[in-house]
């Protein structure tokens, strides 16, 4: 099975500090994703990579930057870190292409409270 | 636009049937998929739709009209493992760039 694994499962970080979160899947797969999650708003697309020192800007990067510079790893980053970043922060990866079996798979997320 | 429509919370019996509907507007429609999230955990792949018609698999399935922008997840004998958040998500592929949109997802509460 892929898997794909959050370095931290709780964070709890002090506003302007910078926060690193990381994301390592195991099974070569080409895309890579970081969202958030807030209730009442789902899933949020912050940054995708498509392939090694690749990134888009999803729906919401204001306030974030990643990093990919191994394909099995995607870092998000918060360069100074605000109230309102607080929030279940996943990460999730997937081949290319159009089959079914292109779906996402997820980390198990990171719970990042920011005070 | 691209948006992903789906009710916020549904109640059912153990032992019921359930019907979650989801409606789409997206340009570069290609595919459906539906995710089971459980409280605090990470979404998991239930189902995948790409042409018209039903998919089923064991006690789920799922239904796709690209003509109407809709899609359902039906849980059939629904057990108490069944409560959770059900996300609808559509991929678009858009330039040759494939994006997932994904829905607010909706809250099912099975009750004994």
């Known amino acids: 099975d892929v898997k794909v694994t959050q370095s931290s499962r709780y964070l709890v970080k002090r506003t302007g500090e910078k926060v690193f979160l990381e994301c390592v899947q195991d099974m070569d797969h080409e895309n890579m994703f970081w969202y958030r999650q807030d209730p009442g708003l789902g899933l949020r697309l912050i940054y995708f990579s498509y392939d090694v020192k690749m990134k888009e800007k999803g729906d919401i990067p204001e306030g974030y930057s990643v990093s990919r510079e191994k394909k099995e790893r995607f870092s998000l980053i918060l360069e100074s870190a605000s109230t309102n970043q607080t929030s279940m922060y996943l990460c999730?990866?997937?081949?290319?292409?159009?089959?079914?079996?292109?779906?996402?798979?997820f980390g198990s997320g990171t719970r990042l409270t920011v005070v | 636009g691209q948006n992903i429509d789906q009710p916020t919370e549904m109640t059912a019996t153990e032992g019921a049937i359930v019907q979650i509907n989801c409606t789409y507007q997206t340009s570069g429609f290609n595919g459906l998929f539906w995710y089971q999230q459980h409280a605090g955990e990470a979404p998991t792949f239930l189902s995948y739709?790409?042409?018209?018609g039903l998919e089923e698999k064991g006690r789920f399935s799922s239904f796709l009209s690209r003509s109407k922008g809709y899609s359902y997840l039906l849980l059939k004998e629904l057990q108490m493992k069944d409560s959770a958040s059900y996300l609808c998500a559509v991929r678009d592929k858009t330039s040759g760039t494939y994006k997932y949109i994904f829905g607010t997802g909706t809250r099912l509460k099975v009750l004994a």
């Open positions: 739709n790409v042409l018209d």
């Open positions: 999730a990866s997937s081949l290319i292409g159009d089959s079914h079996y292109y779906g996402y798979t």
